[in-house]
């Protein structure tokens, strides 16, 4: 089943202006990861959170992990036309084993219009 | 040259025949993985394997097979393929302590 839910499912915004991505999990995690997707290509990694961090920054992505409620954000500040993809969460529930195995969200879909 | 190279990327097949979907990486990473993607559904964990000697089921390992012959190289079977099978697979390679995954461009599958 999946861990992740992502939220909204599809998000249509004007560029320059900021796109937020909710993601809600079941269990306790090690990390939580998003992905970028463009249309029918693969996976590329974003940004990595860890259970003990509360927010992190990178470039114009900014992440907020809330253990108390299972839950994380994604914003795209500024967005760009080029932004438009699917954005999806992972979590790697696999605490203090030392592996990782991520499970996926089933992902929103960013729509950045110029 | 792509890091993790999915081989073919495009297959259409019919019911009940076998497939093997192929994957090598460059990247020297002790971790591989194979996700299935369907629309509405996101990626779900078929098989994955954190060394060559070391073969996992994911959540959705039915119908599937994997063999894992070197570091580099980890193929995705299906004996007999079914229409349900229909989707898009993705490799990823991984490296023990950094969390993230690296993907391949996707194996697009359909079963007829």
């Not at chain 1, 979590?91 to 990782?100: C, E, I, K, P, V």
């Not at chain 2, 999915?6 to 020297?28: A, D, V, W, Y």
């Not at chain 2, 954190?50 to 089921?57: A, R, T």
């Amino acid at each position: 089943s999946q861990q992740g839910e992502e939220d909204p499912q599809a998000l249509s915004i004007q560029e320059g202006e900021n796109a937020t991505m909710n993601c809600s999990y079941k269990t306790s995690i090690n990390n939580l990861q998003w992905y970028r997707q463009n249309s029918g290509r693969g996976l590329v990694h974003l940004i990595l959170i860890r259970s003990n961090e509360r927010e992190k920054h990178s470039g114009r992505l900014r992440v907020t992990l809330d253990t108390s409620k299972k839950s994380s954000s994604l914003l795209i500040t500024a967005s760009r036309a080029a932004d438009t993809a699917s954005y999806f969460c992972a979590t790697d529930a696999s605490l203090n084993t030392g592996f990782q195995k991520l499970v996926f969200g089933t992902g929103t879909r960013l729509l950045v219009s110029p | 040259d792509a890091d993790v190279t999915q081989t073919p990327r495009n297959r259409i097949t019919k019911t009940g025949k076998r497939i093997m979907l192929e994957c090598s990486q460059t990247k020297g990473h002790d971790r591989m993985y194979w996700y299935r993607q369907d629309p509405g559904l996101g990626l779900r964990l078929i098989y994955y394997s954190f060394d060559v000697k070391d073969i996992n089921k994911g959540e959705i390992s039915d119908g599937y097979s994997v063999s894992r012959q070197a570091q580099a190289k980890f193929s995705l079977s299906l004996e007999s393929a079914i229409p349900n099978q229909t989707a898009l697979y993705f490799c990823a390679t991984g490296r023990q302590g950094t969390g993230e995954l690296f993907f391949g461009e996707g194996s697009r599958l359909t079963v007829l």
